[in-house]
């Protein structure tokens, strides 16, 4: 699971138009911070939109290696 979580982050960073060390040095800024205070942050997030997020990407990767 772990190694799909870094390319659908890979994917995302690449989509949104991300170049250079300072927007890479920012998404490992964030991602540092997510693993930190994920746990605590986790309970307030509805498992639906979480649910939602997973299923988006899984449908956007599927795609994306049907067709491309």
Avoid at 30 to 40: I, K, R, Y
Wanted: glycine residues 12%; hydrophobic residues 45%; negative net charge.
């Amino acid at each position: 699971l772990q190694n799909y979580m870094a390319y659908t982050q890979s994917v995302l960073y690449a989509r949104s138009g991300g170049e250079g060390k300072a927007s890479s040095l920012a998404v490992a800024t964030v991602t540092g911070a997510l693993f930190v205070v994920g746990p605590f942050i986790a309970s307030y997030i509805p498992r639906c939109m979480a649910g939602t997020l997973l299923l988006h990407v899984g449908i956007d990767l599927f795609l994306e290696g049907v067709y491309d």
